[in-house]
């Protein structure tokens, strides 16, 4: 398959070749790279590899497949002074992510029943599916973004939605510093205001489980996870507020001309200390923020 060379057990190397800046690296299992239609996604780890100031490698995880310029499950590290900002890159859903949380009970203890309420009333405080919003609380105004900018998941704990000791265990804390509202689009914050709390569509989704299987039993018990406990998880991302914000900005890049000499437009980019870069940073930054504060109020409202 292409001329990928393994280096060790499921690790291999693409060869720079053509415009690459440097070599592609693919973590994957050989049942993986044989079992999945791989040239497409392969040939976008060598595109990302173009990326003025990346360093070391293209990267793409075990999770591979085809996305947006960027492989899903690529990863590149950009130099701070020479390198560039790829809303592609980072993706649509910005800070698209998970909370788990556990419950000291057991999850045999759930009967049939209460499994079906449960998740009748979970479906009732959380709306799902493509444009759904709440429509039990106020939607956001300016300064309530604001706040989201200056204190990432503090703004909904302050709002009751969680307890102050949720923030040791988010990663980041909950916060990504630099966030500016000033940079953000209407239509963005029109399509986010009444957005938080809810899952969306696609991929995303409020689980209910149990643990399975204890394989670090030192960590487990440090982190009071126990054999047959419930655990709830939560995929969901910044919705139609980080959604614009992409979409404005790679409209904004392509019209600037920052595509050009890139093998595909869809890796559009800017410096990272220009400008644009700056300001897409800043957007990204509070739709990042948002995204914590949207898992927060999920979790709370499981």
């Not at 590290?77 to 900002?85: F, K, S, T």
């Not at 910005?94 to 759930?110: H, K, M, P, S, Y």
């Not at 079906?116 to 105004?141: M, Y």
């Not at 995929?235 to 890139?262: M, N, P």
């Amino acid at each position: 398959m292409s001329n990928l060379r393994m280096i060790r057990p499921d690790t291999y190397i693409l060869p720079k070749e053509k415009g690459m800046l440097v070599d592609g690296l693919i973590i994957v299992s050989s049942e993986l790279l044989q079992g999945t239609e791989m040239e497409k996604p392969l040939d976008q780890v060598r595109n990302v590899a173009y990326l003025p100031g990346i360093l070391k490698y293209s990267i793409a995880m075990p999770d591979i497949h085809w996305g947006y310029g960027f492989p899903i499950g690529g990863v590149a590290a950009m130099d701070i002074d020479q390198g560039v900002i790829s809303p592609g890159g980072v993706g649509y859903d910005i800070n698209c992510g998970v909370r788990l949380a556990t419950i000291d009970e057991q999850f045999q203890n759930l009967s049939d029943r209460t499994k079906r309420n449960l998740l009748k009333e979970i479906f009732s405080r959380i709306p799902s599916g493509v444009g759904k919003h709440r429509s039990d609380v106020t939607a956001l105004s300016d300064r309530d973004y604001d706040q989201i900018a200056k204190k990432g998941v503090l703004w909904s704990i302050e709002q009751g939605y969680g307890f102050q000791e949720d923030v040791e265990h988010i990663e980041s804390k909950g916060y990504i510093e630099g966030a500016d509202l000033s940079v953000v689009s209407d239509l963005a914050k029109s399509r986010g205001k009444n957005q938080l709390g809810t899952i969306g569509s696609g991929n995303h989704f409020v689980e209910i489980g149990q643990v399975e299987e204890i394989f670090l039993p030192e960590i487990a018990k440090a982190w009071n996870i126990k054999k047959g406990s419930i655990y709830i998880l939560i995929h969901s991302g910044s919705r139609g507020f980080g959604h614009q914000i992409c979409q404005d900005t790679l409209d904004y890049f392509v019209k600037k001309g920052y595509a050009e000499g890139l093998p595909d437009k869809q890796l559009v980019a800017a410096p990272i200390q220009s400008p644009d870069g700056k300001n897409y940073f800043r957007a990204m930054a509070l739709a990042a923020n948002y995204a914590f504060n949207n898992r927060q109020q999920i979790l709370h409202a499981v």
